[in-house]
């Protein structure tokens, strides 16, 4: 096994995608993730973006139509099944009317991303008051109940929103964690893949995956 370091733009290293069995990338922009998984789907990459902000981190993967893998019916006489599934690009995920509480938020960044071309500052009055009328017009928008309003509450949205650009390294551990054990998952077609998302709260310690279509 070789290892080795390039230093190269996206635009460079996309273009190569199909040298790779898989990718995961972190610390992009949404233009820049949205791009690369269109790159690595053209390319029948496996692909994976990861990040963390503050107390809070996330993982998405597309790993393309008719992945198959190999998954343990029954523990007792290790009998080995085979199923398959279908993931989406990041591109159509990002739209799921799904009210899971982190989703929303990183939803909501996408959509701030995609109007002013930068993320919202914690510390900026206006972006504060746009982010999370964006928060509140995507669960109106999915439709969710008065339950599911009161897990993405404002006092969360204010605090995803303080720790944008900063990195706890706990919280960077679990969701590596996480992350390392889909891949080798994924890579070795063996277990049921994540379908197709993860979302860790650092602050109840709470992590939920999602299906995003």
């Not at 949205?34 to 990459?45: E, Q, V, W, Y």
């Not at 991303?113 to 509140?136: C, I, Q």
Request: charged share 20%.
């Amino acid at each position: 096994m070789s290892v080795s370091a390039l230093t190269l733009s996206l635009q460079e290293i996309a273009n190569s995608f199909d040298q790779y069995h898989l990718v995961c990338i972190s610390g992009y922009t949404p233009e820049e993730i949205l791009f690369a998984n269109k790159m690595a789907r053209k390319a029948s990459t496996y692909f994976f973006n990861v990040d963390s902000f503050g107390y809070f981190g996330y993982m998405f993967e597309d790993i393309g139509l008719n992945y198959e893998f190999e998954f343990e019916s029954d523990s007792s006489s290790n009998t080995k099944e085979k199923s398959s599934i279908d993931t989406v690009e990041l591109s159509s995920a990002i739209n799921a009317n799904v009210s899971s509480p982190l989703f929303v938020l990183m939803k909501g960044l996408f959509r701030f991303w995609e109007k002013h071309s930068r993320y919202p500052s914690g510390d900026v009055v206006f972006d504060t008051e746009e982010f999370l009328a964006m928060k509140n017009n995507i669960l109106l928008e999915n439709k969710a109940s008065n339950r599911e309003r009161t897990r993405v509450p404002d006092k969360l949205a204010n605090n995803f929103l303080q720790h944008l650009g900063t990195e706890l390294s706990p919280v960077c551990a679990i969701v590596g964690g996480v992350v390392a054990q889909e891949i080798l998952k994924v890579v070795c077609h063996n277990d049921k893949p994540f379908n197709n998302s993860f979302f860790f709260n650092g602050l109840d310690d709470s992590g939920v995956t999602c299906k995003l279509i």
